[in-house]
Structures are given as C-alpha cells and as structure tokens.
C-alpha cells in the first residue's frame, strides 16, 4: 500500500511539472500573438495607404504629376526653374566657379551712367 501512495505522489507530482511547463508554454505564445497582431496592424496600414497611392495613380493625373516633379525635376510647359543653392553646400570647384559667374554677371547690376546733357 506504501508504494502505491507513493507510485501516486510521484505521477502528481510529475503531471504538475507538465501542467506548470505548458502553462508557461501558453504565456509565451500568448505574448507572440500580440507582437504579431502589432506588426500585422502596421503592415495592413501600409497595405492601405499603398493601395491609396495605386487608385489615385489609376484614376487621376495629380499624383503622376506630382511624382514627376518631386522625383524627376519635371517642369511644365511655360514654368521656369529656380534652384536655390547655398553656396557653403557646394565642392570647391563649383563654388569658384559660381564666383566666376557673379564676378561676370556684377557689371549687369550696376546703374548706367547718365548720358551728359547737351544744351
């Protein structure tokens, strides 16, 4: 009778140890299904906002225009461009010869002397 309770202790105590393993097991899935629910919200936001951007290219020539001219530098018919470059961003090179170009363009700037009046 003695090793009977004692064969019984033994399997409790054994199916225990698995009860508490698998109750741990389930935390961490738990956990994974979380982090992955997170990303799939994200990715279905992408998803979204790509499908967005392929209609609108699809129905209207706005967006076609406006990746035109972010991405390429394209400019309509009649527009002018005007690029802006600040002179401490450019390799030696191009600033001399930026100066060279203001040192040609300073005479243009000047007022015209006044034509002396006969009387």
């Given at each position: 009778?003695?090793?009977v309770t004692v064969g019984l202790v033994i399997l409790l105590i054994v199916l225990q140890l698995q009860l508490w393993r698998q109750h741990a097991r389930v935390g961490e899935l738990q956990a994974h299904i979380?982090?992955?629910h997170e990303r799939n919200q994200e990715l279905k936001a992408r998803n979204d906002a790509l499908a967005a951007e392929v209609l609108d290219l699809k129905s209207g020539l706005d967006a076609v225009e406006e990746r035109a001219r972010s991405e390429l530098g394209l400019i309509r018919q009649g527009e002018e461009?005007?690029?802006v470059v600040d002179p401490n961003d450019l390799d030696p090179?191009?600033?001399a010869?930026?100066?060279a170009m203001?040192?040609?363009s300073e005479p243009l700037n000047?007022?015209?002397e006044k034509p002396p009046i006969d009387d």
């Open positions: 009778m003695r090793v979380e982090t992955q461009f005007y690029m090179a191009d600033a010869s930026l100066k203001e040192a040609a000047e007022k015209p």
